[in-house]
């Protein structure tokens, strides 16, 4: 049974292990008093003068605990999509803007291969050449233009193949307009 003594304060409240009073004002002082002893940046220079011990800890801390740090991370992002975004925005764009035709490829052929459709033997270097010319005559006409299937990746009778052969560059409008069907099956 543990014996409960008055404090300086007045209060009847337990004692830790260290004899020292759990009543709330205690704590309370004992925290302020700890507080002002220590530099106002203590735990940012004891962090700053042993990097590697830091890094240590953090390491095996999210070694340990993997789903809780996803969990933590997702709850993050989802309470700042303002800081993501922009996080995001200053990583990619910079190499987005000076490489678009690029990515267009490459997200073309991502999406080609999640279907199944981009062949062992394609040539990515000239489905990359037809990007860059569909980027090329956007940016010398001003009109927006982009790369076709001429066979659709998805058609509803036959589906093409992600390949040089199968690509073409038309308007955007065309493009969006001609949707999944074959040329000669779509009245643009």
């Known amino acids: 049974m ?3 003594v008055a404090c300086l304060r007045g209060k ?3 004692r830790d292990k260290w004899g020292h009073c759990l009543c709330g004002e205690c704590k309370a002082y004992r925290y302020m008093v700890h507080k002002k002893s220590r530099p106002k940046n203590y735990q940012i220079e004891w962090q700053r003068n042993n990097k590697d011990k830091t890094k240590g800890y953090v390491q095996k801390w999210i070694s340990e605990n993997k789903e809780k740090r996803i969990g933590i991370v997702n709850s993050w992002r989802k309470c700042n999509p303002e800081k993501v975004k922009a996080m995001n925005s200053r990583g ?3 190499w987005y803007l000076n ?3 690029i990515r267009n490829a490459i997200n073309a052929k991502r999406r080609a ?3 199944g459709q ?3 033997w394609a040539d990515f270097e000239k489905i990359k050449s037809v990007y860059k010319e569909a980027a090329r005559i956007t940016r010398e006409t001003g009109i927006p233009h982009e790369v076709d299937h001429i066979t659709p990746l998805r058609g509803e009778f036959v589906s093409g193949l992600h390949i040089h ?3 073409r560059v038309i308007t955007r409008s065309k493009n969006r307009s001609k949707k999944n069907r ?3 099956l779509c009245v643009c």
């Open 113 to 115: 291969s999640l279907l």
């Open 92 to 94: 990619g764009k910079k």
């Open 165 to 167: 052969d199968n690509l």
């Open 182 to 184: 074959m040329e000669s």
């Open 2 to 4: 543990k014996v409960l």
């Open 118 to 120: 981009t062949p062992i």
């Open 99 to 101: 490489n678009k035709p």
């Open 12 to 14: 009847i409240a337990s």
